[in-house]
C-alpha cells in the first residue's frame, strides 16, 4: 500500500542508485538512432546555483524523453579544470599553512591539486544526482584527463603548423593580483558612482599659452600617452590636426590625429591616447601608426618607461601623485563627477588592467568563416532564433583570440625557447629537442613555456574529444555531430562558438544540429541573483524542502522561450502539491484495486467515460511530445500538468466514482484497467520532469512487472483510439458542471445548498445526454435535480446560455437577492476603485520612467485581476437583475 503522505525523501536517493546500477543512463554506440547531448562541464570547484539546475533540468527532460521514444541517447557528462578557480583553491589552503605555490615549487603544487581534486573536487557531480541528472556517468570525462589532454595538445600543434597559431604582443585583461591575463567573461563591469573626470590642459608645442584639453578618469595613464585625438569634423580641433601638444610632467611630443574614436560630445572632445593601456587606444594607435609606451609592470605598478619621480607607484599612488604634480603646474582645468563602469576581475576582485603583454594567440576570424557559413545555412539553429543574430555580430567582428594564462594549473603550452629565443611547438620535449637540433646543428638547452592554455581552449573540443579524439572511436562514429546543445546565452561566443569553430575545422562537420539558449533565473521580482543583493535561492535548500521533482517541474514549467524566469519559492511550493495531488490519485487508484491490466487493449473501452479519457490521454501524449520536439518545455509541461490535475484527477476520477463504488461487473473491470492504463501514461509523459515520483508510483502500483519506468517506451498514442462522439458529450458535461458551479460561487450560494436545475430549449439529443449523466451532474454540481424545462422559467431563475439551451436555477429562497444585490455591488465598488487607482498609475509617465520593471509588471499584473473581478462581478449583478 502507499503510503497516505507523499514524502519524497523516503525514495529519491534509493531510486537514483538503482536507476545508475541497473545502467539506465548508458548510451549504446552500437545500436539505435543515436542522440546526443554535451553537458556544459561544470567547474571541477562548483556548487550547484539555480542556472545549473535550470539547464541540467532541460538537458535531463530531453535526455529521458529521447531514451524513452527508443533513439540511442547519450547525455555525455563531465567537469572543467577551472584553471583559476581551482588554481585559487588550493594557493589558499597553501596560505593557511603558511606557504605559497612558489615556495612549493610548480611540480609539486601540480601534485597538490590532483590531491584536492581526488578529495574534494567535484562536488557538483553528487549535486546534480541529487537534482535527478541522468548522463550516464560511466563515460564521465574531465578536460585534463589523459585523453582530452592529449586532445588538446594534438589541436594545439596542428594550428600552430598550419599557421593558426601563433605568439604576438597585444593588449589583454591583466588581473595584477593573480598575475594572468582572464577572459571577458571573467571580467565583471562595477559602476562607479563617485567617479571623477579630470580636464587636463596639454600645451601646444611652438604655441606658448596655448593649450588643448582633453578629459581622462585615469589621469595615471598619461604617463603612456602618445597621441591626442580629436573627431576629424570637430570645427574646434580642425586647425591643430596634424601639430603636436606636450605631455605634462613627461616632455613627450605629441601628434594630435583625427579620428572618429573621439567623440565631440563627450567632456572636451579631445581625449588622450594610450595604446598600451585602453583597448580602443590600441586601436586607434594601430590605425596612426602611434607608439606604445607601456608604464605598468605586472603588478600594476609604474615601470621604468615613466618618469623616475613615479617609478614603483601603485596605480593609485600614481593616480594621487600625477593629481598633484598637474595642480602645482596649473593644468587641470576641471573637475566634475562622473559615473563609469570599472573593469574588476570575478575571481580576485582587483581592478583589470588592459595591458600589453606577448601571449599566445589563436587567428579566430579565420576559423570564424566557415563557422558563420554553418548557422547561415542552416546547419545549425540556434532556439529562440533571436540568438542567431548576436551568434553573427559576434562572430563577424571577431578578434584574435588569447589562449595563454600565466598560471601553473592546466593545459601547458607545448612550446619550448632556445637560447635566442627560437620557439619549437611539438607534442614532447623530445620531439622539440629533435626540431632544435635541425635548427642549430646541434644539441641545445630548450626552456619550456611557463605558460598554460585558456580553459575555453580545452572545453572547445568538448563535442568531440570526450568521444575519444583523434581517435576514431566507435563512440565518435555514432555521436558526432551530436544532435543538440543546451546552454545560457552567456556562453554563445566563448563556449558555442569556439566550438563550432574547432569541430567544423578538426572533425570537417558542425558540432551539433540544434542550440538551445534557456532563460536567466532571477528572483521573484525579476532581479538578477547575487549574494551582495541577499536573493540567491538555493536549489538543494528548495530540493530538501519540496524534493527534487518539483524544482525541475516549476524549472521546465517556466521556461519559456525568449523569456526569463522570475522564481518564487511559493511555485516550488504549488508544484509540490501537483506531485502530492498525483499520489493521492495513485492511492486512490490503488484502493479502488485500478491495477495494469495485461493485454488492455484501451480503443476497445465500451463506457462513454472510458473512451473520453483514452481520447484525451491520446491527445495528451500528442501535445507533450509535439512541444518537446519543438523545444516548447513551458508547453510540454502545462500539457502533461493540465491532463492530470484538471482531466484526470478532478473530472475522470470524480465521473469513474460510482462505478467504481458499484456491483463488480464488466463496467467496473473495465474502468479500473482504464484508470489504471491512463495513470501508467501519465507517469510515462511526466517522467522526463518528475523522474523520482513517477519511477516510485509506477513500481509500487505494480510491483509485479519487470524493468524501471526510465526504460519503459514512451507514451506514443494514435489518437485514433479516442472518440469523438464521447469527447463532445463529456465537454458537454464538464462545462454545465463547471457553469453551475461558477454561478454558485459568484453569487454566494452556500456549499451545502442543494439546488434544483432546468435546462430550458434543449434539443431532444442534449436532453438525452443530460438523461445519461443526471447523477454524475448532480453530485459534481450538488443539484437536488436537473431536468429539461418545457414551461415557465420559475421567479428568482439565473439564467446563462450553454450552446442551445438556457440553464435555469432557480435561486429563490437559497439567496437573499436584495442582500446579495448589496453585496455585489459593494464588491463592484471596491475592485472598480482599485482598478482606476491602477489605471491612473499605469497612465503616470512619470511613475513608468522611475518605478523598476517588476513593480511596474506587477501592477499591471494586479490591473488585469482587478479588471477580471470586475468583469465577473458585473454579470453576477446583471444574472439577479434578470432573475
Known amino acids: 500500500m502507499l503510503e497516505k503522505t507523499y514524502r519524497p525523501a523516503d525514495f529519491e536517493g534509493r531510486l537514483y542508485e538503482l536507476w545508475e546500477k541497473s545502467g539506465g543512463f548508458a548510451g549504446n554506440p552500437g545500436g539505435g538512432t543515436p542522440w546526443c547531448v554535451m553537458m556544459p562541464p561544470p567547474n571541477v570547484t562548483g556548487s550547484l546555483h539555480m542556472g545549473h539546475a535550470l539547464n541540467n533540468t532541460l538537458q535531463d527532460v530531453l535526455t529521458r524523453y529521447r531514451r524513452k521514444t527508443g533513439r540511442n541517447a547519450l547525455w555525455q557528462p563531465g567537469m572543467d579544470h577551472a584553471g583559476i578557480a581551482t588554481q585559487m583553491v588550493v594557493e589558499r589552503q597553501l596560505a593557511d599553512e603558511g606557504t605559497d605555490r612558489r615556495t612549493l615549487g610548480r611540480d609539486a603544487f601540480i601534485d597538490r591539486v590532483w590531491s584536492w581534486k581526488a578529495e574534494s573536487g567535484g562536488a557538483i557531480g553528487r549535486q546534480l544526482r541529487r537534482l535527478g541528472s541522468s548522463p550516464d556517468w560511466s563515460r564521465e570525462r574531465f578536460t585534463m584527463d589523459e585523453g582530452l589532454s592529449r586532445a588538446v595538445l594534438e589541436v594545439f600543434v596542428t594550428l600552430y603548423r598550419q599557421g593558426l597559431i601563433y605568439r604576438d604582443k597585444r593588449l589583454v585583461n591583466w588581473d595584477p593580483v593573480l598575475g594572468t591575463a582572464i577572459s571577458d567573461l571573467e571580467v565583471e563591469q562595477r559602476e562607479m558612482r563617485d567617479g571623477r573626470l579630470w580636464h587636463i590642459r596639454y600645451p601646444l608645442e611652438g604655441r606658448p599659452g596655448e593649450h588643448i584639453v582633453v578629459a581622462?578618469?585615469?589621469?595615471?595613464?598619461?604617463?603612456?600617452?602618445?597621441?591626442?585625438?580629436?573627431?576629424?569634423?570637430?570645427?574646434?580641433?580642425?586647425?591643430?590636426?596634424?601639430?603636436?601638444?606636450?605631455?605634462?610632467?613627461?616632455?613627450?611630443?605629441?601628434?594630435?590625429?583625427?579620428?572618429?574614436?573621439?567623440?565631440?560630445e563627450q567632456g572636451s572632445g579631445a581625449v588622450k591616447i594610450t595604446p598600451a593601456h585602453d583597448f580602443n587606444d590600441f586601436e586607434v594607435g594601430r590605425r596612426h601608426d602611434l607608439a606604445i609606451v607601456n608604464v605598468f609592470d605586472a603588478e600594476a605598478r609604474i615601470n621604468e618607461n615613466a618618469p623616475e619621480a613615479y617609478r614603483g607607484l601603485d596605480r593609485m599612488e600614481a593616480r594621487e601623485r600625477v593629481l598633484a604634480d598637474l595642480e602645482a603646474q596649473d593644468l587641470i582645468e576641471a573637475v566634475e563627477a562622473h559615473v563609469h563602469t570599472v573593469p574588476h576581475g570575478d575571481r580576485s576582485g582587483a581592478v583589470i588592467e588592459p595591458w600589453l603583454t606577448d601571449?599566445?594567440?589563436?587567428?579566430?576570424?579565420?576559423?570564424?568563416?566557415?563557422?558563420?557559413?554553418?548557422?547561415?545555412?542552416?546547419?545549425?539553429?540556434?532556439?529562440?532564433?533571436?540568438?542567431?543574430?548576436?551568434?553573427?555580430?559576434?562572430?563577424?567582428?571577431?578578434?584574435?583570440?588569447?589562449?595563454?594564462?600565466?598560471?601553473?594549473?592546466?593545459?601547458?603550452?607545448?612550446?619550448?625557447?632556445?637560447?635566442?629565443?627560437?620557439?619549437?611547438?611539438?607534442?614532447?620535449?623530445?620531439?622539440?629537442?629533435?626540431?632544435?637540433?635541425?635548427?642549430?646543428?646541434?644539441?641545445?638547452?630548450?626552456?619550456?613555456?611557463?605558460?598554460?592554455?585558456?580553459?575555453?581552449f580545452s572545453s572547445g573540443l568538448w563535442p568531440f574529444s570526450t568521444l575519444g579524439w583523434p581517435e576514431r572511436a566507435q563512440a565518435l562514429e555514432t555521436y558526432y555531430p551530436n544532435s543538440d546543445l543546451i546552454t545560457g546565452f552567456d556562453i554563445i561566443f566563448f563556449w558555442v562558438a569556439r566550438m563550432v569553430m574547432l569541430g567544423m575545422h578538426f572533425m570537417g562537420d558542425v558540432p551539433f544540429r540544434t542550440v538551445y539558449i534557456h532563460a536567466l533565473v532571477r528572483d521573484e521580482k525579476g532581479q538578477k541573483m547575487s549574494k551582495s543583493k541577499g536573493n540567491v535561492?538555493?536549489?538543494?535548500?528548495?530540493?530538501?524542502?519540496?524534493?527534487?521533482?518539483?524544482?525541475?517541474?516549476?524549472?521546465?514549467?517556466?521556461?519559456?522561450?525568449?523569456?526569463?524566469?522570475?522564481?518564487?519559492?511559493?511555485?516550488?511550493?504549488?508544484?509540490?502539491?501537483?506531485?502530492?495531488?498525483?499520489?493521492?490519485?495513485?492511492?486512490?487508484?490503488?484502493?479502488?484495486?485500478?491495477?495494469?491490466?495485461?493485454?488492455?487493449?484501451?480503443?476497445?473501452?465500451?463506457?462513454?467515460?472510458?473512451?473520453?479519457?483514452?481520447?484525451?490521454?491520446?491527445?495528451?501524449?500528442?501535445?507533450?511530445?509535439?512541444?518537446?520536439?519543438?523545444?516548447?518545455?513551458?508547453?510540454?509541461?502545462?500539457?502533461?500538468?493540465?491532463?492530470?490535475?484538471?482531466?484526470?484527477?478532478?473530472?475522470?476520477?470524480?465521473?469513474?466514482?460510482?462505478?467504481?463504488?458499484?456491483?463488480?461487473?464488466?463496467?467496473?473491470?473495465?474502468?479500473?484497467?482504464?484508470?489504471?492504463?491512463?495513470?501508467?501514461?501519465?507517469?510515462?509523459?511526466?517522467?522526463?520532469?518528475?523522474?523520482?515520483?513517477?519511477?516510485?508510483?509506477?513500481?509500487?502500483?505494480?510491483?509485479?512487472?519487470?524493468?524501471?519506468?526510465?526504460?519503459?517506451?514512451?507514451?506514443?498514442?494514435?489518437?485514433?483510439?479516442?472518440?469523438?462522439?464521447?469527447?463532445?458529450?463529456?465537454?458537454?458535461?464538464?462545462?454545465?458542471?463547471?457553469?453551475?458551479?461558477?454561478?454558485?460561487?459568484?453569487?454566494?450560494?452556500?456549499?451545502?445548498?442543494?439546488?434544483?436545475?432546468?435546462?430550458?430549449?434543449?434539443?431532444?439529443?442534449?436532453?438525452?445526454?443530460?438523461?445519461?449523466?443526471?447523477?454524475?451532474?448532480?453530485?459534481?454540481?450538488?443539484?437536488?435535480?436537473?431536468?429539461?424545462?418545457?414551461?415557465?422559467?420559475?421567479?428568482?431563475?439565473v439564467q446563462m446560455m450553454l450552446d442551445e439551451a438556457t440553464i435555469v436555477l432557480p435561486l429563490a429562497g437559497v439567496i437573499e437577492f436584495d442582500k446579495e444585490r448589496a453585496r455585489l455591488d459593494r464588491e463592484l465598488g471596491k475592485v472598480g476603485k482599485e482598478r482606476a487607482k491602477l489605471e491612473s498609475k499605469l497612465e503616470n509617465e512619470q511613475f513608468l520612467a522611475r518605478a523598476p520593471a517588476h513593480v511596474v509588471e506587477e501592477q499591471r499584473g494586479r490591473l488585469d485581476e482587478a479588471c477580471t473581478a470586475e468583469a465577473r462581478l458585473k454579470a453576477a449583478l446583471e444574472r439577479i437583475a434578470a432573475s
Not at 580642425?238 to 573621439?262: E, F, H, K, Q, T
Not at 593545459?411 to 626540431?435: K, L
Not at 502533461?640 to 461487473?665: A, R
Open 216 to 264: 581622462t578618469t585615469r589621469p595615471e595613464t598619461m604617463l603612456g600617452d602618445t597621441a591626442v585625438a580629436v573627431h576629424p569634423e570637430d570645427e574646434r580641433y580642425r586647425g591643430l590636426v596634424g601639430s603636436r601638444a606636450v605631455l605634462p610632467l613627461v616632455g613627450r611630443c605629441l601628434p594630435i590625429v583625427a579620428d572618429d574614436y573621439a567623440d565631440p
Open 359 to 456: 601571449q599566445w594567440y589563436v587567428d579566430a576570424k579565420t576559423l570564424a568563416a566557415p563557422a558563420i557559413e554553418a548557422v547561415e545555412d542552416g546547419r545549425i539553429r540556434f532556439v529562440p532564433e533571436r540568438w542567431t543574430n548576436t551568434y553573427f555580430e559576434w562572430m563577424r567582428n571577431i578578434q584574435p583570440w588569447c589562449i595563454s594564462r600565466q598560471l601553473w594549473w592546466g593545459h601547458r603550452i607545448p612550446a619550448w625557447y632556445g637560447p635566442d629565443g627560437q620557439v619549437f611547438v611539438a607534442a614532447t620535449e623530445a620531439e622539440a629537442e629533435e626540431q632544435a637540433a635541425q635548427h642549430y646543428g646541434r644539441a641545445e638547452p630548450l626552456s619550456r613555456d611557463e605558460d598554460v592554455l585558456d580553459t575555453w
Open 537 to 797: 535561492i538555493d536549489p538543494l535548500a528548495l530540493i530538501d524542502e519540496y524534493g527534487a521533482d518539483a524544482l525541475r517541474f516549476t524549472l521546465a514549467a517556466m521556461e519559456a522561450q525568449g523569456r526569463d524566469i522570475k522564481l518564487a519559492e511559493s511555485r516550488v511550493a504549488g508544484y509540490r502539491n501537483f506531485a502530492t495531488k498525483l499520489w493521492n490519485a495513485a492511492r486512490f487508484c490503488e484502493a479502488n484495486g485500478c491495477k495494469p491490466v495485461p493485454g488492455f487493449d484501451p480503443a476497445k473501452a465500451e463506457d462513454q467515460v472510458n473512451r473520453w479519457i483514452v481520447g484525451e490521454a491520446a491527445r495528451a501524449a500528442r501535445d507533450v511530445s509535439a512541444a518537446l520536439d519543438s523545444y516548447r518545455f513551458d508547453a510540454a509541461a502545462g500539457a502533461v500538468y493540465h491532463f492530470t490535475w484538471d482531466v484526470f484527477c478532478d473530472w475522470y476520477l470524480e465521473l469513474s466514482k460510482p462505478t467504481l463504488s458499484g456491483p463488480d461487473g464488466p463496467a467496473k473491470a473495465e474502468t479500473r484497467a482504464t484508470a489504471a492504463w491512463v495513470l501508467d501514461t501519465i507517469l510515462g509523459l511526466l517522467h522526463p520532469f518528475m523522474p523520482f515520483v513517477t519511477e516510485e508510483l509506477w513500481g509500487r502500483i505494480d510491483e509485479g512487472r519487470e524493468g524501471t519506468l526510465i526504460t519503459a517506451p514512451w507514451p506514443a498514442l494514435d489518437e485514433s483510439i479516442g472518440d469523438a462522439d464521447a469527447a463532445h458529450e463529456m465537454d458537454w458535461v464538464v462545462r454545465l458542471v463547471t457553469a453551475v458551479r461558477a454561478v454558485r460561487a459568484e453569487m454566494n450560494v452556500p456549499a451545502g445548498a442543494r439546488i434544483a436545475l432546468g435546462l430550458r430549449g434543449c434539443a431532444p439529443e442534449t436532453a438525452a445526454r443530460l438523461d445519461r449523466h443526471r447523477e454524475v451532474i448532480a453530485r459534481l454540481a450538488r443539484l437536488s435535480e436537473a431536468e429539461a424545462l418545457d414551461g415557465e422559467v420559475p421567479p428568482g431563475s
